[in-house]
């Protein structure tokens, strides 16, 4: 499976003050990850970043060009992604993105279906697996996801009855 080089990071929801900065919603784990970057893209463009803060679990992000309200008023709405390249993953760490699609196995090998999506419930991620008999929602949590490899393209889980 093709792994797409730039990825979906959040949604910029509303200005804040005067001087252009934005206000984003992040669709990472944390907002801080957001940090981490110097250039973000919005509609295949480059921004530069000049300066992220967190604030009740958004990132005021102020891009260079950006200069007042005006100017980010235009960017309420978009979409905003990162390069693949300048993200710095810890050892076991994947992006969701890479694990969609993959085929899912129970622990003799057999497979159940594929990882449909991932979604974040008040309790944690829940996987959706989408199976030949319907759909499947399988916690987050060791008892149930067994292994995720996206490098060898499978995920492993134990489904209990009513699952």
């Not at 801080?32 to 973000?40: A, G, P």
């Not at 694990?99 to 999506?117: F, K, M, R, S, T």
Request: proline share 6%; hydrophobic share 40%; glycine share 8%.
């Amino acid at each position: 499976m093709e792994k797409k080089q730039y990825l979906e990071c959040g949604q910029i929801v509303n200005t804040h003050g005067v001087r252009g900065e934005v206000k984003l919603q992040p669709w990472c784990d944390e907002p801080e990850f957001i940090k981490k970057f110097k250039t973000l893209y919005i509609s295949g463009k480059p921004y530069g970043v000049l300066s992220v803060r967190i604030h009740k679990e958004c990132a005021i992000i102020l891009f260079d060009g950006i200069n007042d309200i005006n100017d980010a008023m235009k960017l309420k709405g978009k979409v905003v992604e990162i390069n693949r390249d300048d993200a710095k993953l810890p050892k076991g760490s994947w992006f969701i993105q890479d694990i969609i699609g993959l085929p899912v196995y129970d622990e003799q090998g057999a497979q159940i279906g594929i990882l449909n999506d991932v979604f974040d419930a008040p309790a944690g991620k829940l996987y959706e697996i989408k199976s030949p008999d319907g759909m499947h929602l399988v916690p987050d949590v060791p008892e149930f996801i067994k292994e995720i490899d996206p490098d060898n393209e499978k995920i492993v889980v134990s489904l209990i009855e009513g699952m």
